[in-house]
């Protein structure tokens, strides 16, 4: 069972609007949730953190918002730019065992159209 | 800067072939994770180890074993490689709580 969803696998958006990536997540431990860039042929790069105490955290043209309540988190792109065509991951992070580990969902494809 | 390194970019293996994915990390940190990636489903967490000849399984460990010796190195084993392990993999260390991945290794095994 997924305990971090993403439930749309792509995403279509024109260049200069607003780009929005939605996560879902059921575990109510999860106190640190980040979002994740990548792409092809690379290893994911982290492009922005919010904890569990915050419902929002901007940095430049990212925002992520978190809804503890209905356990949801979202990370807004604005203005979008074609380079910033790539998939998202959305992670989630409490501890487990001797580790703090991080869940990840599926990834949303982004694409920024010229 | 930062740095995680897998030793190889693309790698192709036949059926039953012991495999070994090599990871190391310049930052000091304790935790380091091996993650494999494919469509629809997303990193799922193979193995990770907190500390030195430490280690514990992630969601999917079966048909992998995994070393560390030394703290900058872990190393991922498919004993004997199935082409259902053929997938995207990436190592990541961490201190803290945001993760840093190496490039990722193209696993094709025939």
């Known amino acids: 069972d997924q305990q971090v969803k993403q439930n749309s696998p792509s995403l279509s958006v024109q260049e200069g609007r607003i780009s929005i990536l939605n996560c879902d997540y059921t575990?109510?431990?999860?106190?640190?949730f980040l979002w994740y860039k990548k792409y092809p042929a690379e290893g994911p790069t982290f492009l922005i953190s919010i904890s569990s105490i915050k419902d929002k955290n901007e940095d430049g043209r990212f925002t992520v918002f978190l809804n503890k309540s209905a356990k949801h988190l979202s990370l807004h792109i604005v203005p979008s730019q074609p380079g910033d065509s790539a998939v998202y991951f959305c992670a989630a992070s409490t501890y487990s065992g001797s580790a703090r580990q991080l869940t990840f969902g599926s990834g949303t494809q982004l694409t920024v159209l010229p | 800067d930062v740095k995680v390194t897998q030793s190889s970019r693309y790698l192709v293996k036949r059926t039953g072939e012991k495999v070994f994915l090599e990871c190391v990390q310049d930052m000091d940190h304790e935790n380091m994770f091996w993650y494999r990636q494919d469509p629809g489903l997303g990193l799922r967490l193979i193995y990770f180890s907190y500390d030195v000849k430490m280690k514990e399984k992630g969601d999917i460990p079966e048909g992998y074993s995994v070393s560390r010796e030394k703290k900058e190195r872990f190393s991922l084993i498919l004993e004997s490689a199935s082409t259902n392990q053929t997938s995207m993999y990436l190592c990541?260390?961490?201190?803290?709580?945001?993760?840093?991945f190496g490039q990722g290794t193209r696993l094709t095994v025939v």
């Open positions: 575990n109510s431990m999860f106190d640190y």
């Open positions: 990541a260390s961490r201190s803290g709580t945001e993760a840093f």
